[in-house]
């Protein structure tokens, strides 16, 4: 069993930043890679960012690229998603997953395991 706990949603003006950490417990030794995605009101969910825990590759959805960053925080077992430049339409819950396997489709929900909660973010001025 895999847990996954998500923090540091809250309201930000638009341009402002956020930064959301992943807390990942239990048997973590065969995880591949931990996503990011997101889900506004009405709409599906989304992959916005995955990090490969075995070989560092980063993969980013374009309507974030270059306004976010996934890395592996220094605290342990710690995904953060650094978010700069944020737009209204970022606004959603943003939920981290984890996956045991390799694929190409890192922004295919089906293909992640475990689930956190979710975080609010809301981008609203």
């Known amino acids: 069993q895999v847990q996954l706990v998500e923090s540091g949603g809250g309201l930000v003006q638009p341009v402002g930043s956020l930064r959301l950490s992943c807390t990942v417990s239990g048997f973590t030794r065969d995880l591949y890679a931990v996503g990011w995605f997101r889900q506004a009101p009405g709409k599906e969910r989304e992959g916005v960012a995955c990090i490969s825990l075995v070989d560092d590759m980063l993969h980013y959805a374009d309507s974030v690229q270059g306004r976010f960053t996934i890395y592996e925080a220094n605290v342990k077992n710690t995904v953060s998603l650094q978010m700069h430049s944020l737009k209204p339409e970022d606004t959603g819950v943003y939920h981290c997953?984890?996956?045991?396997?390799?694929?190409?489709?890192?922004?295919?929900?089906?293909?992640?395991?475990?689930w956190g909660q979710g975080t609010q973010v809301t981008v609203s001025s």
């Open positions: 997953a984890t996956r045991g396997i390799h694929t190409i489709r890192w922004y295919a929900t089906r293909k992640y395991d475990n």
